[in-house]
């Protein structure tokens, strides 16, 4: 298990960027990103294999989230562009160093988590 810690939260206008950062003691073969909004569901926002080759989407953010990761220094990272309103969740990073995860990035998939960091979409 390793230990996460989120960056990069906070509150931006519909229509605007931001990106996150998730610092990691350690490497993992998968990380990912969730998300969680009030009264809604744990959903799967992007995950990425170790060589950046393979990402997953969930189709909500397809063609508008990049997630991407620096090996050499542990880190993940989400850019998060055009940002709507139903984008405002606290984003979770994850990571496991199973050698396979699903496309629906599925938190079962995912042992060691981060506290969050709240993003907040005003329109």
């Known amino acids: 298990q390793v230990q996460l810690v989120e960056s990069g939260g906070g509150s931006v206008q519909a229509g605007g960027s931001l990106r996150l950062s998730c610092a990691s003691s350690?490497?993992?073969?998968?990380m990912g990103w969730f998300r969680q909004a009030p009264g809604k569901e744990l959903e799967g926002v992007a995950a990425?294999?170790?060589?950046?080759?393979?990402?997953y989407y969930g189709d909500s953010v397809k063609g508008r989230f990049i997630i991407s990761r620096d090996n050499n220094k542990n880190t993940l990272y989400l850019q998060m562009n055009s940002l709507k309103p139903e984008d405002a969740a606290m984003y979770y990073c994850a990571a496991t160093s199973a050698g396979s995860v699903a496309a629906s990035i599925r938190p079962t998939d995912f042992g060691s988590w981060g506290q969050g960091t709240q993003v907040t979409v005003s329109s």
């Open positions: 990425i294999h170790s060589g950046g080759s393979i990402t």
């Open positions: 350690g490497y993992t073969r998968w």
